[in-house]
């Protein structure tokens, strides 16, 4: 499968870390937090929003709402990931991944929009 340059966008992801006891006041509240990597931007091919599908690549029961591929099989996204799509990475995050589908070729990624406060 070809990643054509035309049908590219730019994405950012991050990378989860870790997760730590959360702070408030210098004092844990009992709570943890994700730390994640700093947003990297890559171009990536991202289907339009999309309601339902014949063709089920990631199986039945994933749910999802956007497929990113991409032929660059060195990615290191995985369903920990998030990622900002047409958002700036300066704000909260708006997809993460569900589901990651490799073949010889390319990278497949089943992505899901979340609303993060």
Not at 13 to 40: H, M, N, Q
Not at 92 to 112: D, G, Q
Request: proline share 5%; charged share 20%.
């Amino acid at each position: 499968m070809q990643c054509l340059g035309i049908n590219k966008q730019k994405v950012e992801y991050a990378l989860y870390l870790r997760s730590e006891d959360s702070v408030k006041d210098g004092k844990k509240t009992g709570g943890k937090v994700k730390v994640y990597s700093a947003p990297v931007t890559i171009w990536a091919n991202v289907s339009p929003r999309t309601g339902s599908a014949d063709f089920e690549p990631f199986g039945v029961g994933v749910d999802y709402d956007r497929v990113m591929v991409t032929s660059d099989l060195t990615l290191p996204i995985t369903e920990t990931t998030i990622l900002w799509i047409g958002v700036p990475s300066s704000g909260p995050h708006n997809y993460i991944v569900r589901k990651v589908a490799k073949s010889l070729n390319s990278a497949t990624y089943a992505l899901k929009e979340v609303t993060v406060s």
